[in-house]
């Protein structure tokens, strides 16, 4: 089994910034692809970010160039950091990682709240 566990989340004022980390841990030989989604109240749960284990990245067009994924692989450890904070940015996000142990499976974590607002 894997634990995921976010951390980072909270209230902002727009225009600020966030810095979220998920870490990893358990059962895991390698981690894959790390991503983070979000879900806003009343929506469907969106892919916002996500980095392969050499580091290649995508985002969703409504956070390029204002977030950045980032990862530690010797930590087992993936990051959001988020920049130039709008209202409609507010949601739960949750981590996500591919993860190969015997076979290869998706693990989520709990998901943490950012509140972007004035």
């Known amino acids: 089994q894997v634990q995921m566990v976010e951390s980072g989340g909270g209230l902002v004022q727009p225009g600020g910034s966030l810095r979220l980390s998920c870490v990893a841990s358990?059962?895991?030989?390698?981690?894959?692809?790390m991503s983070w989604y979000r879900q806003a109240p009343g929506k469907g749960r969106e892919l916002v970010a996500a980095i392969t284990s050499g580091g290649t990245t995508n985002y969703a067009d409504s956070v390029k160039g204002r977030f950045t994924i980032s990862r530690d692989n010797a930590k087992n450890t993936v990051f959001l950091e988020m920049n130039s904070l709008k209202p409609e940015d507010t949601a739960v996000y949750y981590c996500?990682?591919?993860?190969?142990?015997?076979?290869?499976?998706?693990?989520w974590g709990q998901g943490t709240q950012v509140t972007v607002s004035s």
């Open positions: 996500n990682a591919d993860v190969t142990f015997l076979g290869r499976e998706n693990y």
């Open positions: 358990g059962r895991i030989l390698r981690i894959n692809a």
